[in-house]
């Protein structure tokens, strides 16, 4: 079946770094979509990716769909303490539209 | 405007009783998925489900594990002679539509298992 891993699995910033996380899977991707799981949370949806070299800002994030459509991205700028959380990236596979999760990156922010 | 509402948040239960867990969709949504979540873990999909339908089970464990979505009435996810290991956080997410629409799913809170 579909796998997507996420890398790193962890990282931890000073306030004011910059942060990425990676997301590949080994099949091609229909759409990608991105969540943010703070400590104790539920996923939160923050976007959705669709087309090829798609590239999408809210505010300090940036998401990035890549050409072949297996490997997303999510960088933040200038990470702040609001930031933490864990962030997954997800797809939907098959016909019954069910998302697979990724394994996440857990994001810590000191200052 | 009350999104997708999960109770109980919490739940305590000894080896071997039984957790009933619910999920009300948003209004207008038809469709449900329950995902788990266990600790330090990624989200996986157990069972899809449209009204007084089960479209997707293919994450659901065969035995002890089973969800119904009726006509009138939240979702339940039913795991019988819980173990150690169902300790976990379970979430909802409905949707209007088969397909996701641009927004993706909404989740609730989820219900927080604790098996002692």
């Known amino acids: 079946g579909q796998q997507v891993m996420q890398i790193p699995q962890y990282q931890h910033v000073q306030e004011g770094e910059d942060f990425t996380t990676y997301c590949n899977s080994s099949?091609?991707?229909?759409?990608i979509q991105w969540y943010k799981q703070r400590p104790g949370g539920h996923p939160v949806f923050l976007i959705q990716l669709v087309k090829s070299g798609e590239v999408k800002k809210q505010k300090r994030l940036t998401f990035q769909f890549g050409e072949a459509k297996k490997n997303s991205s999510l960088h933040i700028t200038a990470t702040q303490t609001t930031d933490v959380g864990t962030y997954f990236c997800a797809s939907h596979t098959g016909t019954a539209s069910k998302l697979t999760f990724g394994t996440g990156t857990r994001l810590q922010v000191t200052l | 405007n009350a999104g997708v509402m999960q109770n109980p948040r919490h739940l305590v239960r000894r080896r071997g009783q039984e957790a009933r867990l619910r999920c009300s969709p948003m209004?207008?949504?038809?469709?449900v998925y329950w995902y788990r979540q266990l600790p330090e873990e990624g989200l996986k999909f157990m069972v899809y489900l449209q009204k007084e339908n089960i479209i997707d089970e293919s994450g659901m464990p065969k035995e002890r594990f089973s969800a119904e979505f009726p006509k009138e009435g939240p979702s339940i996810l039913r795991i019988q002679q819980v173990v150690r290991g169902d300790s976990a956080a379970y979430f909802c997410a409905s949707s209007p539509s088969r397909n996701s629409p641009p927004h993706g799913y909404t989740f609730g809170s989820g219900t927080r298992l604790t098996v002692v």
């Open positions: 099949t091609t991707l229909s759409n």
């Open positions: 209004k207008g949504h038809s469709h």
